[in-house]
């Protein structure tokens, strides 16, 4: 079992729709959950960070939390073609190694 | 600008032809990695570096070697290429913040082994 699985789509959404990408993991000890995006040729950026549980909002962007359920999800509201990237959800057990466990990252087209 | 580069962006070679992947960052970050992207498998480190000489493997090291003899530099350094090895790699950098370790990632280098 991978510890962090992703469904790597692609998802196709028209404009304007709510768009919700999930991931799933394995290990209990995990703390640290981000989010990554990467537009096609280019390096993943950070787009979300949260610690343990719970949810955190940045303008368009909700990431949820749920650590009992090994669960987390990243929410688009209002998405646009400009968020058209694949996003990665990636999880760490401390905040202070290079020690990040990567998802295979969901491909996201946004339609005009 | 801050920023990580890597070079060259794109190379094509030979099995067994050694060759290396510059990396560089103007961030003075003490951690650096580096990734390698495959198809269906994301993202994986390959070997990372807490600071000046000190080095440890990642997930994939097999086949890789890296140094860090400056604090803005770590090359990749692949002995002798195989087929395997082909994909897409990024070199990161991150500070030791504590309880906070953003990475940032270079553009990326398409790699073929041929």
Redesign the interface.
């Known amino acids: 079992q991978k510890e962090?699985e992703?469904d790597?789509g692609p998802l196709s959404v028209p404009e304007g729709a709510i768009v919700s990408l999930n991931c799933t993991y394995s290990n209990s000890a995990f703390q640290?959950f981000?989010w990554y995006r990467q537009y096609s040729?280019?390096?993943?950026?950070?787009l979300m960070?949260t610690?343990s549980s719970g949810n955190k909002e940045d303008g368009r962007f909700t990431a949820q939390v749920d650590k009992s359920s090994k669960y987390i999800s990243l929410f688009i509201r209002d998405s646009q073609p400009s968020d058209s990237a694949t996003y990665?959800c990636a999880i760490?057990n401390?905040?202070?190694?290079?020690?990040?466990t990567?998802?295979?990252?969901t491909r996201l087209q946004v339609t005009l | 600008e801050a920023q990580?580069t890597q070079n060259p962006r794109y190379l094509i070679t030979v099995t067994g032809k050694k060759l290396t992947v510059t990396c560089s960052q103007n961030m003075n970050h003490e951690?650096?990695?580096w990734y390698r992207q495959d198809p269906?498998?994301?993202?994986?480190?390959i070997y990372?570096s807490?600071n000046v000489e000190v080095t440890d493997k990642?997930d994939v090291p097999e086949g890789y070697k890296v140094s860090r003899k400056e604090k803005r530099n770590f090359p990749l350094i692949l002995e002798s290429p195989s087929p395997n090895q082909t994909s897409l790699y990024?070199c990161?950098s991150?500070r030791?913040?504590?309880?906070?370790?953003?990475?940032f990632?270079?553009?990326?280098t398409r790699l073929t082994v041929l």
Do not use: C, I
Request: hydrophobic share 30%; glycine share 18%.
């Open positions: 962090v992703q790597p640290y981000m040729r280019k390096g993943p950026e950070l960070y610690y990665l760490s401390t905040g202070t190694a290079s020690k990040l990567f998802g295979t990252g | 990580v951690y650096m990695s269906g498998l994301g993202l994986r480190q990372y807490m990642g990024f990161a991150n030791d913040r504590g309880s906070y370790n953003e990475q990632f270079g553009p990326g």
